[in-house]
């Protein structure tokens, strides 16, 4: 599918276009699949967006009890620590909506080590992936395995999730959690993240990204996607449903 392209001359306008985007697609999804799946993403730039959907008129949709979240990568903090992606959605969005525990699958970047924490998140998406498998209908099965939708920041280096330029991380086909060791990041931890193979399982990919470096990098990419890929990560998103960006100026 060609990527769509929306375009907004301020954070706080994108942010609100991209949360009422989320909550009409999480209720269609709901709607027709009893389930959705959502993948949450860290940065800065998610903050204003999480606290809109964390407000009237999203705040009491039905379809949140009925919703799972997941993180698309986690800095190695614990889960309160103010770099903990996980902390950023939780007080911003997560604590304020009513939603069962359950539905709320952290990124566990606390364990002894990186390999065992994205193992153990490996296991959670399949076990999730299994269990809505089971409810849905035979015909459906085949394209359950993937998520729902997957909310993409971006680095102005092109980076997603935790996958930096140049990184191994990049070249995983296999394992849908990597360890990252990478001091690219900002800020430069350990972590955790998606990787290339389920993030490109998704019915829909929906990149968030403000500020003129970031633009431009999206046009990049836009224009060459293969390119592109040489040298931008983000490039290599190529979703098996929706591709959307929404650009903030
Ligand atoms: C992280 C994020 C990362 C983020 C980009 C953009 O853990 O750092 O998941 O991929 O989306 O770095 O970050 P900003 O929104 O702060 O520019």
Known sequence: ????????QSLEQGSKAAAKFIANEVEDIVRSHGLASI?????????????YLAAQPFKDSFSWQKTHFFWGDERCVPKKHPDSNYALAYETLLSKLDLPDKNIH???????TVNEGAAQYETTIRDFFNQKAA????????????FDLVLLGMGEDGHIASLFPGEKTLLEENRWVA?????????????????????NRSRCVLFLISGARKIEVMQSILAGPEEASRWYPAAMVKPKGRLIWFAAE
């Open 179 to 199: 360890p990252v060791e990478s001091d690219k990041g900002s800020p430069p931890l350990p972590r955790l993240s998606l990787t290339l193979p389920i993030i």
């Open 106 to 112: 952290r990124m566990p970047a606390d364990l002894a």
């Open 39 to 51: 993948v949450l993403t860290g940065g800065r730039t998610p903050r204003i967006l999480y606290e």
């Open 135 to 146: 409810l849905s209908l035979n015909d459906e099965r085949c394209e359950i395995e993937g």
């Open 1 to 8: 599918m060609e990527p769509e392209v929306f375009s907004f």
